[in-house]
């Protein structure tokens, strides 16, 4: 199972540490991936991480703000994300999963999800 944690309400500008902590088993070995739906809208990609941790990829909409990293000591993935508009307001899922590269953007793909968090950023 998957717990995000990290959420919370912020002002435009400023920053938060998404983390997502993995119980049971550990995250190596998986595709790692943060999604967020805001209200009324569809569920959409944020960030993945891919399997061995070396390749990151980043939607557009969030490139040079948001990062993603791993930690394999504790089985968490974090989503660090700087330079937050109001436009990112959502609820945060993380998801991991066997997923190969062309499917990494996809929710379908993933398996096993997080129960979201929640991110309010105020203008």
């Known amino acids: 199972q998957l717990q995000a944690s990290g959420g919370g309400l912020v002002q435009a500008g400023g920053s938060l540490r998404l983390a997502c902590a993995a119980s049971?088993?550990?995250?190596?070995?998986?595709?790692k991936a943060w999604f967020r739906q805001a209200p009324g809208k569809e569920r959409e990609f944020v960030a993945t991480?891919?399997?061995?941790?070396?390749?990151?990829s980043f939607a557009d909409v969030v490139k040079g703000r948001f990062t993603i990293s791993r930690d394999i000591a504790k089985s968490t993935v974090y989503l660090q994300m700087n330079s937050l508009k109001p436009e990112d307001t959502a609820v945060y899922y993380c998801a991991a999963g066997t997923v190969i590269q062309s499917s990494r953007a996809i929710a379908s793909a993933y398996a096993c999800w997080g129960q979201g968090t929640l991110v309010t950023v105020s203008s």
């Open positions: 049971g088993r550990t995250l190596s070995g998986y595709r």
């Open positions: 991480l891919s399997q061995n941790g070396g390749t990151s």
